[in-house]
């Protein structure tokens, strides 16, 4: 049986470890800390809405996703017996002034399924909001509860005979020949005929690595009311955030900052200030709500914004990191083109604009 390790616990490693047990491999992996505790803990979840233009790169793989992630999320749930509460309200992107509204009309031109919404059909699918937002966009998608995600993909890989390592940290690939033999990290040497770096905003932290991916933390700051007796219904979203994601246990998680700040895990006056602030415009009741939580992650954010998915340098790398903002939505695409190019099997998507090589270009 071919050995393969992963690097990095979050949904990309988990998913990744899933996927090569079910193609037959022995699969250790690796966790600096706790399974689905860094940025994947942190996501927010949402699934689907996009109204960027169809040259984007991304666009392909955000439509792959979107076609697996129900099937994906059922899967999941049959095997933990974990529900990841996928669910599909809709997405409803906001406009807040006048400016935004044009780019929202234009925009929403383009967008398959969308539908504007006036002031008036606004308010009667969210009666809380603001009589100042003038108008909005629906569009298809939803969101899943990332923490049960992280669970759920962590209960059904370890019952499929995936070993985990937890509160190790990889320092370095082996090599021999041109090709991976392992990792180290500081307790042992593991061997390995395949190693996957999934170790997101930390992949450029580990030496041996061929490219070296130019992958760095974006902090975010995010909190959750308790909107109980609000009830935000649909995932919004605004321009230049924040967004709006409910969950079924009565929170409304609201997100995120974008900061260039390197590890520091604080949080700011500014940062939340901020949050609250553009919260309350959009949905005035909100200002009555009890702070449920607040919390730190570190986004993997790649030199071009794109994700690394792919081969590298050494035979038997490969990379599946780099997603920043993007988060959980572009999982389960991500992860079938990366089994496709490690089976020498037919991609399904283009794989061009996420290879881990062009870092060396």
């Not at 071919?2 to 079910?22: K, N, P, T």
């Not at 600096?32 to 790169?57: M, V």
């Not at 914004?305 to 959980?328: E, K």
């Amino acid at each position: 049986m071919a050995e393969a390790v992963v690097i990095g616990g979050g949904v990309m490693g988990l998913a990744s470890a899933r996927e090569l047990r079910r193609r037959g491999y022995g699969v250790t992996l690796v966790e600096r800390a706790q399974p689905g505790r860094a940025a994947s803990w942190a996501s927010a979840g949402i699934i689907g809405a996009t109204l960027r233009d169809e040259s984007d790169p991304q666009s392909q793989l955000r439509h792959l996703s979107r076609q697996l992630w129900p099937g994906f999320a059922a899967e999941l749930q049959d095997e933990s017996g974990l529900d990841p509460e996928y669910r599909e309200m809709g997405c409803i992107q906001l406009a807040t002034d006048a400016e935004e509204l044009a780019w929202l009309r234009q925009a929403g031109a383009h967008v398959e399924d969308g539908e504007y919404l006036d002031s008036s059909q606004l308010r009667q699918l969210e009666p809380e909001l603001s009589p100042t937002i003038p108008g909005g966009l629906k569009v298809p998608g939803g969101n899943v509860d990332n923490r049960r995600l992280c669970r759920a993909l962590e209960i059904a890989i370890r019952r499929t005979g995936v070993r985990i390592i937890t509160g190790s940290e990889v320092r370095r690939l082996t090599t021999s020949g041109g090709r991976v033999s392992g990792v180290e990290t500081a307790e042992q040497r593991l061997s390995a005929d395949l190693v996957i770096m999934a170790a997101g905003a930390w992949s450029a932290t580990i030496d041996g690595l061929a490219p070296r991916p130019p992958v760095s933390p974006q902090r975010g700051q995010i909190l959750a009311l308790d909107q109980t007796r609000v009830g935000v219904r649909h995932v919004l979203l605004t321009p230049g955030d924040p967004y709006f994601v409910p969950r079924s246990d009565g929170r409304l998680v609201i997100g995120a900052t974008r900061e260039e700040a390197g590890w520091d895990a604080s949080f700011t006056a500014g940062g939340i200030a901020w949050l609250l602030n553009r919260a309350m415009q959009v949905v005035p009741a909100l200002s009555e709500c009890p702070i449920a939580e607040m919390w730190i992650g570190f986004r993997p954010l790649s030199a071009d914004g794109l994700p690394l998915i792919g081969r590298g340098a050494l035979d038997g790398l490969f990379f599946l990191t780099g997603h920043g903002p993007s988060g959980i939505a572009p999982l389960p695409g991500s992860v079938a083109l990366l089994m496709a190019l490690i089976a020498g099997e037919a991609p399904p998507i283009a794989p061009d604009a996420f290879d881990p090589l062009r870092v060396r270009r």
